[in-house]
């Protein structure tokens, strides 16, 4: 892969392994926009709403142009296989296939999803897992357009997460995932799967009282953080 973008961390260009000089927050954003949106057209007013929401300075479309010219500059400096073109009042980013990590990481997502609803386990849930470098946009997460697109990977993340403990579990190793389980239920203590799969790991494991006090757990943490009843999964394996 000649060039990858990255936004499951901080955004970047990545070509043969080095870093683009792509600079400052709004040219990154700019980047992220285009990057989720690769090889489709996104209208200037769009990339506008995205960095400024309602409040755009009067130089917005100016501004985008520019920011759009310096990273054409910084693609075609190195010979990336990417390239910005323009599109009526839009721009589209196009890219090879796949050089976004995000666009790899859904698609592995729904591969490990599909897998698992025919008894597969191939890694697909771990491939996807180990392209993620932390909080995704990291570095642009104020920016106005972050904060839907943050909220939809980090839901994809766990459900990666989710996929990959029931891979582990169908393979016989529940003694492993228990502490992580744990761990993720410190992080998302009103996470039902993550409840569900330690109690069955637990079972498994041969630790039965602990596992129903998982259940009380749960029940508790449920009540406590959200105000509900555990659904039809815990109360099935209680």
Do not use: C
Not at 67 to 84: E, M
Not at 210 to 230: D, M, N, W
């Amino acid at each position: 892969m000649a060039v990858e973008i990255r936004v499951l961390g901080r955004v970047d260009a990545i070509v043969d392994g080095r870093s683009l000089p792509v600079k400052g927050g709004k040219q990154r954003a700019i980047l992220a926009m285009l990057a989720l949106r690769a090889n489709r057209a996104v209208a200037a007013g769009e990339l506008i709403d995205g960095l400024w929401g309602d409040r755009p300075p009067a130089s917005a479309a100016k501004n985008v142009q520019y920011y759009v010219s310096q990273l054409r500059k910084a693609l075609a400096s190195d010979d990336s296989g990417a390239t910005i073109v323009t599109r009526g009042r839009g721009y589209e980013l196009q890219l090879p296939d796949d050089a976004v990590d995000a666009v790899r990481f859904e698609r592995l997502v729904e591969r490990a999803r599909a897998e698992a609803e025919r008894g597969i386990v191939d890694g697909s849930a771990r491939g996807a897992l180990e392209l993620w470098r932390g909080a995704p946009l990291a570095d642009v997460a104020e920016e106005p357009f972050a904060g839907a697109e943050i909220r939809r990977l980090e839901e994809l993340h766990l459900r990666a997460l989710e996929l990959g403990i029931d891979a582990e579990l169908a393979a016989g190793r529940h003694d492993d995932v228990i502490g992580r389980l744990e761990a993720l239920i410190g992080e998302h203590p009103a996470h039902e799967r993550f409840h569900a799969q330690r109690m069955l790991a637990l079972y498994r494991a041969g630790r039965q009282s602990e596992a129903v006090e998982g259940y009380r757990a749960a029940h508790r943490a449920l009540s406590e953080q959200i105000g509900v009843e555990p659904g039809p999964e815990l109360r099935r394996l209680q």
